[in-house]
């Protein structure tokens, strides 16, 4: 089963700020079976990149995935108010099991 | 619009089964896997498994098998998870969640959609 392990826990910014979040994989992850997600407190998450780098419907060109291999990036360039939130990568393996990293907490500085 | 509208809290004894509902609406059900997904509280999110709606297949996580069941009524457009023996550390918010039906059928594998969560509380 693959790990994910995303870094940092917590990153602390202000408004307007750029946030680099990370999501690495135990073992290579095929970039079209990774995802990001954006959960606020007593919410559903929402999808925000498929695909390691395709904004879902709706979602902000603020918001840009890249990466492959066992390396993905989620960076949102200015961080608006509502950004801040916990996010989470997710893949899907060859073994047809998904799994989902511990998430990174983007809180305000 | 799309939206899946679960059923609400419930509170159950350790060694009782819960079963929650997921109504589907805005979309063709039958064109979208429906899976399950639960956050335990202040934890992170863990997948359950999925149902395919037209052919009701399924494909649980192996954490779950032989105490997990996923269904559907697709003449009522909804999903079903059922959780049997539940322990204290089945306490969770429940998600239904959708993904894309290929044009060949495989799985796309990004979450959708989701339901608004149930809380199951698992407590003597």
């Known amino acids: 089963e693959i790990v994910l392990t995303q870094s940092p826990g917590t990153l602390s910014l202000s408004p307007g700020e750029r946030a680099t979040l990370s999501c690495r994989a135990s073992?290579?992850?095929?970039?079209?079976?990774l995802a990001w997600y954006q959960q606020k407190p007593g919410q559903a998450p929402r999808l925000l990149i498929y695909g390691a780098s395709s904004r879902a419907t709706g979602i902000p060109d603020r918001f840009s995935g890249s990466g492959s291999g066992t390396d993905f990036t989620l960076t949102i360039s200015r961080l608006e108010p509502e950004d801040f939130a916990v996010y989470y990568c997710q893949q899907y393996g060859s073994s047809r099991i998904f799994t989902f990293g511990p998430g990174t907490k983007v809180d305000i500085k | 619009q799309v939206q899946l509208v679960q059923s609400g809290a419930e509170v159950k004894k350790p060694g009782a089964s819960v079963k929650v509902s997921c109504k589907a609406s805005g979309y063709t059900f039958t064109g979208y896997y429906m899976h399950w997904v639960r956050q335990a509280p202040g934890q992170g999110l863990e997948w359950m498994g999925w149902?395919?709606?037209?052919?009701?297949?399924?494909n649980y996580a192996q954490k779950f098998q032989g105490r997990v069941t996923m269904t559907r009524d697709t003449s009522i457009s909804t999903a079903y998870m059922e959780l049997s023996r539940l322990r204290s550390d089945d306490t969770a918010v429940y998600y239904c969640?959708?993904?894309?039906?290929?044009?060949?059928?495989?799985?796309?594998?990004?979450?959708?959609?989701w339901g608004q969560g149930t809380l199951v509380t698992v407590s003597s």
């Open positions: 073992q290579s992850v095929s970039s079209s079976y």
């Open positions: 969640a959708t993904s894309p039906i290929g044009p060949g059928g495989q799985l796309i594998p990004q979450f959708d959609y």
């Open positions: 149902i395919n709606p037209n052919s009701g297949g399924t």
